[in-house]
Each structure stands twice: as structure tokens, then as C-alpha cells.
């Protein structure tokens, strides 16, 4: 089946650092990817839509300039945490769209999780 | 999208048969209905999707009564292994306008 893969799994960084997370679909081409952040026991939240060649969208309440996306080819999207500090651990986990409408199948990455000192 | 509603937690053990039920009374016609597991430190996982009736594939079956404001996830004969985060969504398929958002989810817990 199609994966998607993100990189690192795992981070820590000192506060302050910026810190880039990717997402790649490795056997399929994908014009929209999403990304979430998932506090510990909690749901996934909706941070951002990523669309290739164009601005991200952004979900109320998070801040564009600290979570900067680019969606630069079909099959990378990237998230870079700015100027990370410790409230900004927390597991984010992309995802992307292959096809669309009701036969479009979404395929999340693996988890990337950011640890911030 | 539609709301969902899913009990926060559930128990069972080995073998046993779980039901997991979802409700949302907001239901759209063009919307489907699609459940993903999630264990800790992973992405969620494709178990089901389903649009009206009954929908089964090799890992659980998804149950749709006729006005569609429910639906029930089962799991037949759960081992350990079921353990996870049980997610139910409801929209219209994906497209790069869909914002895929997520419940509270259901907490599976599987005892020896």
C-alpha cells in the first residue's frame, strides 16, 4: 500500500532552535498534505493544510509564522517549528492525499516527535 | 464536517467480539463514514470505510443503520494486540478543501 514517511521520528532540541520535520509520500504523488500536533492522551489537532505550489492554510489559533510549511514538489512537505521552546513538544504527525473525492485515500506518516529542552 | 461522538474509553478481553459506536446525527448525504486505529507514538491507521449497510474487510466489519446517524466498528475475537485508539470520521470524501478533523476518539483497551 502507499506510505508515507516522515523524518525525524524523533528530535530534541534546545529552546530557542528551529527544527524542520519532513513528510514524504514515497509511492504516490500528493498535491495536499495535512498536519497535525497530538498532546499526550489527546486527539489530533489540525494545524495546517499544505498544498504544492501554493500557501499553506492554517487552522485558527496556530501561528503561521512559527510553523512554517512548504509543500515545494508532489511528494515532500515540510514543517519547520520556529524558535521552538518547551511548549512546543509534542508528537506531529502529517498526512497526504492520494486522489481526491470520494474515492481520494488518505495515508498518515509515521509520527515525528519533538522534544524541546 | 459532522461531529462525532464516541464513548472516551472501552474493556474487553481476548477473544471477545468488540463493538465500538459512533453517532453523528449531522450526517451529510455525500458523507462517508471512516474509522483509523491508532497505537502510541504512530500515525493513525486505515481500518474501514463505508458509506450505507455493511462493510467488511479482513480486520473488522462497520455497521450503518438506515438513517446513518450512527455507526458501529466491530472487531471480531480482539487479541492484545487490539489495544489502541479507535478514531470514527464523517465527511465527503478528500480533496485538498477537506479539513480532516478528529474526535475524541475511543481508548481499546484488551486485558488477557
Known amino acids: 500500500g502507499a506510505v508515507v514517511s516522515q523524518h525525524p521520528s524523533w528530535v530534541i532540541c534546545k529552546s530557542g532552535t528551529s527544527v524542520k520535520i519532513e513528510c514524504r509520500s514515497l509511492d504516490f504523488q500528493a498535491t495536499t498534505m495535512f498536519w497535525y500536533r497530538q498532546f499526550p492522551k489527546q486527539s489530533l489537532m489540525l494545524m495546517a493544510t499544505?498544498?504544492?505550489?501554493?500557501?499553506?492554510?492554517?487552522e485558527q489559533g496556530v501561528e503561521k509564522d512559527k510553523f512554517l510549511i512548504n509543500h515545494a514538489s508532489l511528494t515532500l512537505s515540510t514543517l519547520t517549528v520556529t524558535s521552538a521552546h518547551p511548549e512546543d513538544s509534542s508528537f506531529y504527525i502529517c498526512?497526504?492525499?492520494?486522489?481526491?473525492?470520494?474515492?481520494?485515500?488518505?495515508?498518515f506518516g509515521e509520527g515525528s516527535r519533538l522534544t524541546v529542552l | 464536517l459532522a461531529k462525532t461522538t464516541q464513548p472516551i474509553s472501552m474493556d474487553s478481553y481476548e477473544g471477545q467480539e468488540v463493538n465500538i459506536t459512533c453517532s453523528h446525527n449531522n450526517i451529510a448525504t455525500n458523507d462517508y463514514i471512516t474509522w483509523y486505529q491508532q497505537f502510541p507514538s504512530q500515525g493513525p491507521r486505515f481500518i474501514i470505510q463505508?458509506?450505507?449497510t455493511k462493510v467488511t474487510n479482513e480486520v473488522a466489519s462497520l455497521f450503518i443503520p438506515a438513517d446513518r446517524k450512527s455507526s458501529t466498528l466491530s472487531l471480531p475475537r480482539v487479541s492484545l494486540s487490539d489495544t489502541a485508539v479507535y478514531y470514527c470520521l464523517v465527511g465527503p470524501g478528500y480533496s485538498s478543501a477537506s479539513k480532516i478533523i478528529f474526535g475524541s476518539g475511543t481508548r481499546l483497551s484488551i486485558r488477557p
Open positions: 499544505s498544498n504544492e505550489g501554493s500557501k499553506a492554510t492554517y
Open positions: 498526512s497526504a492525499l492520494r486522489g481526491s473525492g470520494t474515492t481520494g485515500e488518505l495515508f
Open positions: 463505508g458509506y450505507k
